[in-house]
């Protein structure tokens, strides 16, 4: 499961958009196990602008 930082439409930046959505965020808590994340370091060129990236974190199902 790949859950990005960025967040399209409207409300708080990065990770703290699982807050607002809390069914998905116990979900991850409880069937997957953060394998890494990444963030980026610098800002790339988008259209006409620079901007930075969105970061990502990969989360692996658990096996029981």
């Not at 790949?2 to 807050?19: C, E, I, N, Q």
């Not at 394998?35 to 988008?46: G, K, L, V």
């Not at 970061?55 to 096996?63: D, N, P, S, W």
């Amino acid at each position: 499961m790949v859950v990005t930082s960025a967040l399209y439409v409207d409300g708080p930046g990065d990770y703290r958009k699982l807050d607002r959505w809390v069914a998905f965020q116990s979900f991850l808590a409880n069937d997957y196990t953060l394998e890494t994340e990444w963030t980026p370091s610098r800002t790339a060129r988008w259209w006409s602008r620079e901007d930075t990236p969105a970061g990502y974190r990969i989360y692996v199902l658990r096996r029981e």
